[in-house]
């Protein structure tokens, strides 16, 4: 755009300096006339046969000061367009690379949200777990005492048991009969 618009003042100035070239040449020739002029009325003479090519000088200036502008004009939408597409990709591009990382972002957060989440239960779960193993081992330790009490006591009313016949045996037969 830049280079369309430097193009165009390029011309306009082009335009411009011919324009103000064709004027000085025109008003030295007009005044080399008016000054060489014998009577009065060849000075107006003078100036109206001039004033017919300047007016037409002025109206082709004009015409070409259009065109320059069409063009241009012309030029810039051209470029405006080829422009707009590439700006319409990269937009779309930059767009497309936002959500990306955005959603990955978004991903990671909700990932740190979780493991945060998992090891603030974990010590729970792991105090939990761990008080019902000692409750369960607590208790089949005293379920496993009171057998092992039961068992000794059974032992221990057998062998008192047995250590009493011997002797109720021997009283009897040691008593007269």
């Not at 390029?10 to 411009?16: A, T, W």
């Not at 019902?132 to 496993?144: E, F, I, L, V």
């Amino acid at each position: 755009m830049s280079r369309s618009l430097f193009q165009t003042a390029q011309q306009v100035s082009e335009l411009h300096l011919q324009m103000a070239q064709t004027i000085l040449e025109d008003t030295a020739s007009t005044s080399q006339a008016m000054i060489t002029a014998d009577k009065p009325t060849e000075v107006f003479t003078v100036t109206a046969s001039r004033a017919q090519p300047t007016a037409d000088r002025l109206r082709a200036y004009q015409q070409q000061l259009s065109r320059i502008a069409t063009d241009t004009q012309t030029k810039l939408i051209r470029v405006a367009g080829e422009h707009a597409e590439e700006t319409a990709r990269a937009a779309r591009e930059f767009t497309d690379e936002v959500t990306r990382i955005t959603s990955e972002e978004t991903e990671r957060t909700l990932r740190q949200q979780q493991d945060t989440m998992r090891q603030l239960a974990n010590p729970l779960d792991s105090m939990v777990d761990s008080a019902a193993r000692q409750a369960r081992a607590a208790m089949g330790n005293g379920h496993d005492a009171a057998e092992h009490a039961g068992q000794a006591a059974g032992h221990a009313a057998q062998a008192a048991a047995a250590a009493a016949r011997p002797a109720t045996g021997a009283r009897r037969e040691g008593q007269p009969s």
